[in-house]
């Protein structure tokens, strides 16, 4: 009888810490493999696995190895047909690799065109590596904490709703067994024995007489025994023991806001769309829960779903204002800010109503910003202005008065973008570890 | 036992195993491996395993265990992806060389499959690699998983206390040199895993107790001109240091002028550990011809006894068949002489010679041919020969005819190449002669060795390839590899490559003309 061992049930994953290591080891290559990927890709599919071609820079194996194009050799190959000794053949193509030496085609031939797959959590670790909430919002993140209370343990104080019953009666049992407390039981019995005797009256003096003043003063004793060793004494009592656990507040609230009026086109809306889909996923990292609403303005706003958000237009003027305050009707509404992270992205072409634009600038001043952990402004320009407003600060009238709010919030970001390309790169600086998209607002 | 094929002398019936059957048919072929084939085994430990984990033993060398590293990572990556393609399907089992013999076997195998695998690696590759010279020489079976097991703990203790990145690039740089650090002619010390901790750790002490800051003072030798005395200062530096060294991970090991000892301690272990596989490396064509052989042999025996029913023979043929099948050159799906194939022709051919030879046979194999004792011969070849020495001396006319070997002329500067030999009375000695000597792994890789070390002057370490037949080394990897021996010595590394026979330098790189 061998030995036989069923390993079935062992841990699987036993070359997991050294695919890290590799992915690790090729981080630089696989990153940019990445980024490529998904600024070419659609972005919804950013949040899957990726395949990815084998990294070679920082992973070959390098050892000395004979170079096939020198030197002579013999090989010896089998299914010979009809050559005899002196024959020649030619060589299959030129300078690279010879027929014969095909059987030595090792991994280095096949990691050309070998691709393999990161899982999503790879992916994302990849692209949002030095991509960090800016640390004034990990501040009041922390600030956002709720409390919960959680069970610990048993306490002697506490108030009548949190008596712990069960505790209680068993500390009372333990006392009442160590102080020997009468047992009502035993209270009864002598009762009943008193009342026997009483039933026949005896005279004083005579025995029995003497037994029921005997047996009365026992009962005296018994129940003021009882009276003393009370039945449930305050030191039996216990209450539970809450303590207060602070909580990351783990929801999230992502507010999309877009102008949707017709000078808005489907370029437009796709980069916006590209921007609100980083933002989500993003903060997918973040929270356990995230709820989007979307809002769309003209010159009214309305909450919408996000297939009317991102598809059908509708015509009429821009009045940024009531997308602003729609969505503080909605925090106050549904989203209250001490159990909800507010993030809120607006994206628009610029263009406002004359006027309206101080009035956007008192609404984010004096209530939404005191409201929303992040407030992202994004304004989609024509490919030919962008060359011209890059590099100013000279605007659309919405954009010079967010400047204003810019000034006095940190925890709010406006930036330009004109082409796909640009998306991910102004993402990274919106939320660049250190603040600097500041320099650029 | 019963020579009449009753069902209830079955084996087992159906395709699905249990441990009841795995047993029962285990110790089926155990009488016969042991009784008829006269095979020595090590104990057997059988593993049965899932298909992840199989491929986790890919990538770890087929090793139970191995220390960590990216490369290892990297190696798993890429079977994972092989095999989800489905270009490459999985091994049936793998048996490592160690004291109890440990085979894996796949849970996906049939029972029949179980058995043939049973049979190929935990007799036939089991009695190898307990009777090969080889092996008996060079790796010590018993020690082997004690081993992995305390450079797995080192690795690890070193990753602890120097951090990842100083392990890994000292890992990196060892496992560059890998063909490199075996000894091909000297006979290594034996390990022994229970001393091994002890002794580095002794090692250590020893090192820093006599460490002596006081001899790095001492005045320089004066400069003398005469050559004569240059010439002898050489000779004895050489000899002082062992030189010319064809094991560069150790004379590293012994000589670097910069590594840590427990740098050095993990040169020793990827040293060792590529020490234990040169052997295997040496007998793919025995080994696995060896394993094929002892299966086909066995179930076949199993069936003639009436233990297997014919639709589980049918099913182990069917396997045994797709492992040895060999297509011609010109097919597609060639890739190389396949080992399997070989080696099981040759084993088949040597049974063949023995019981029913022809008059041909008589003349080449004239010491066992009709010797009528096929089991004994092939003992005996299994356990003094390496796929060199053994194709040399065994392949037969009959075998090169019925493969239609032909040996192929290849001068890289022509552009055709040139039929030399083919299977004919001309031809035989010289296939047979250039097929062994491609499996001579001493003419295949590139020797290269530790020639001279300038230790008073600018302490270049001076390494000779010595080309042969003009096959140079290919540059990228030689520079990439060079910078890592640098790594390793800590000053400026030399390759000369000079040619086999007239001494004449073909080649010359330092590591400090290459850039970076």
């Known amino acids: 009888m061998p030995n036989f061992i069923d390993r079935r049930l062992n841990p699987k994953d036993k070359s997991l810490s050294n695919r890290q290591r590799f992915l690790r080891r090729a981080r630089v290559e696989l990153k940019r493999s990445v980024h490529e990927q998904i600024k070419a890709g659609k972005i919804v599919d950013v949040d899957a696995g990726h ?136 209270v009864d019995a002598l009762a009943e024995e008193i009342a026997k005797l009483e039933e026949k009256d005896p005279k004083p003096g005579s025995a029995p007489f003497k037994r029921l003043e005997e047996l009365r003063r026992e009962m005296e004793v018994l129940e003021r025994r009882r009276k003393v060793v009370a039945y449930i004494d305050p030191v039996d009592i216990r209450f539970n023991r809450f303590e207060p656990m602070p909580l990351p507040n783990a929801n999230a609230v992502m507010f999309c806001l877009m102008d949707v009026s ?93 006027g309206d634009s101080d009035h956007c600038v008192n609404l984010l001043n004096n209530e939404l910003m005191k409201l929303c952990q992040y407030y992202a402004y994004v304004e989609i320009l024509d490919e030919r202005e962008s060359a011209i407003f890059r590099s100013t600060d000279n605007g659309t009238s919405l954009w010079r008065s967010y400047r204003l709010v810019g000034e006095n919030w940190r925890n709010f970001q406006m930036t330009r973008i004109a082409k796909p390309g640009d998306i991910y790169p102004v993402f990274r600086q919106l939320f660049a570890k250190q603040s600097t998209a500041a320099k650029n607002s | 036992m019963s020579k009449s094929a009753r069902p209830s002398d079955l084996l087992f019936h159906g395709s699905d195993w249990s441990f009841a059957t795995l047993s029962r048919t285990y110790d089926a072929i155990k009488e016969i491996a042991l009784d008829d084939l006269g095979l020595d085994c090590y104990p057997n430990q059988l593993e049965i395993i899932s298909s992840e984990q199989m491929l986790d033993a890919y990538s770890s060398n087929g090793m139970p265990l191995i220390y960590q590293h990216w490369s290892f990572g990297k190696h798993f990556v890429y079977e994972d992806y092989l095999y989800r393609k489905g270009r490459r399907g999985l091994a049936y089992e793998i048996v490592i060389n160690s004291n109890p013999c440990i085979s894996y076997l ?50 690890t203790r070193c990753e602890e206390r120097y951090g990842f990145a100083e392990v890994e690039s000292i890992l990196d740089a060892a496992h560059t ?132 029913s014919e639709g589980h023979l049918l099913e182990m043929l069917h396997s045994h068949s797709n492992v040895v099948f060999q297509p011609g050159f010109d097919d597609p799906r060639y890739s190389g002489l396949n080992p399997y194939a070989l080696g099981f022709g040759m084993m088949q051919d040597i049974e063949r010679i023995c019981m029913t030879p022809t008059s041909e046979d008589r003349d080449w194999f004239p010491e066992f041919a009709g010797n009528g004792d096929w089991r004994a011969t092939l003992l005996d070849a299994w356990a003094n020969h390496r796929d060199e020495s053994f194709l040399l001396q065994y392949l037969s006319p009959a075998l090169i005819r019925k493969m239609r070997l032909f040996a192929l002329d290849d ?102 003309k290459l850039s970076g």
């Open chain 2, 177 to 308: 040199l890998m063909d490199q650090a075996v000894f091909r002619y000297r006979r290594p010390p034996r390990i022994s895993s229970a001393k091994e901790q002890a002794r580095a750790r002794e090692r250590l002490e020893y090192e820093e107790r006599v460490f002596s800051d006081l001899w790095r003072t001492l005045p320089h030798s004066k400069q003398s001109s005469d050559p004569d005395e240059e010439e002898r200062d050489a000779q004895e530096r050489k000899k002082s240091l062992n030189l010319p060294e064809e094991n560069l991970l150790y004379f590293l090991e012994k000589n670097s002028l910069i590594l840590e000892p427990w740098q050095r301690e993990i040169l020793r272990i990827v040293r060792i550990v590529a020490q234990y596989f040169y052997p295997q490396r040496q007998t793919k064509v025995m080994n696995e011809g060896c394993a094929t052989f002892v299966h086909y042999t066995i179930m076949n025996m199993l069936f003639d006894k009436g233990r297997i």
């Open chain 1, 51 to 186: 395949s990815v071609p084998f990294p070679i820079d920082g992973t070959s194996e390098p050892s000395f190895q004979t170079d096939r194009s020198t030197g002579r050799r013999e090989h010896v190959l089998p299914g010979n047909r009809d050559f005899i000794s002196g024959d020649r053949l030619p060589k299959p193509g030129q300078g690279g690799g010879t027929g014969a030496g095909k059987g030595a085609a090792s991994e280095g031939d096949m990691e050309d065109d070998f691709r393999f797959v990161l899982s999503r959590e790879e992916v994302l670790d990849l692209f949002f590596e030095d991509l960090e909430l800016p640390d004034m919002i990990k501040s009041s993140l922390k600030e956002a904490v709720t409390f919960k209370p959680r069970r610990a343990g048993f306490t002697i104080a506490g108030s009548p709703t949190n008596i712990n019953v069960g505790r209680t009666m068993r500390n009372s049992f333990g006392r009442r067994i160590a102080l020997q407390r009468p047992k009502q039981a035993a």
């Open chain 2, 411 to 512: 001068e890289a500067k022509e552009n055709h190449y040139k039929v030399a030999s083919i299977h004919n009375e001309r031809g035989y000695e010289k296939v047979r002669s250039s097929l062994a000597r491609n499996y001579d792994l001493g003419m295949i890789q590139p020797n290269i060795q530790v020639v001279d070390v300038d230790l008073l002057g600018n302490r270049q370490l001076r390494l000779q390839h010595t080309v042969r037949e003009g096959i140079v080394l290919s540059e990228s990897t030689r520079d990439a590899t060079l910078r890592h021996v640098r790594r390793l010595w800590g000053y400026d590394v030399s390759l000369v490559g000079v040619e086999g026979n007239s001494d004449r330098v073909i080649y010359e790189t330092s590591t400090d």
């Open chain 2, 106 to 155: 796949m849970e996906e195998n049939t029972m029949a499959l179980q058995a043939l695998v049973t049979a190929h690696a935990a007799f036939g590759h089991n009695h190898f690699f307990k009777n090969n010279y080889l092996f008996r020489q060079w790796t010590d079976a018993s020690a082997i998983l004690d081993y992995m097991e305390f450079a797995k703990g080192y690795v």
């Open chain 1, 262 to 354: 017709g000078s808005m086109g489907e370029r437009e809306k796709d980069l916006a769309k590209r921007f609100f889909v980083l933002l989500h996923l993003f903060l997918k990292r973040r929270y356990d829960r995230i709820d989007i609403v979307f809002i769309r303005h003209t010159h009214q706003a309305h909450e919408v779903d996000e297939e009317t958000f991102f598809r059908s237009t509708q015509s009429g003027g821009t009045v940024v204002s009531t997308a602003l305050e729609e969505m503080q009707r909605i925090i106050l509404d549904r989203y209250p800010s001490r159990d909800w992270n507010i993030y809120a992205a607006q994206a628009s072409d610029g263009d406002n109503l004359a």
